[in-house]
């Protein structure tokens, strides 16, 4: 059984970009494959929606050697 898809066609979306940004609660840095992994999703979805953080400004990203990508937020929230 495949992917789900919308009345147009489109694949339907199954994990938001907001809930990629919930696995940012600290200043670490991330991987594409950490995220990936953490939400079950493939790479390139894990990409797209971490570049789509990035474009939104919530989250930044820097190229560390070849094509390795991290990706932190620098302003997480705060837990009380």
Same mark, same amino acid.
Request: glycine share 4%; proline share 0%.
């Given at each position: 059984m495949g992917r789900k898809? !919308?009345?147009g066609g489109k694949y339907q979306e199954t994990v938001s970009v907001d809930a990629v940004l919930e696995l940012f609660t600290d200043t670490e840095p991330r991987t594409t494959s950490e995220v990936a992994e953490a939400l !079950?999703? +493939?790479q390139?979805? +894990?990409y797209n929606k971490l570049?789509? /953080?990035t474009e939104r400004g919530d989250i930044r990203k820097?190229?560390?050697g070849? /094509? +390795?990508?991290?990706?932190w937020r620098p302003d997480p929230p705060k837990i009380e």
């Open positions: 898809r !919308d009345e !079950d999703i +493939a390139r979805t +894990a570049e789509a /953080l820097k190229k560390i070849g /094509l +390795a990508v991290v990706w």
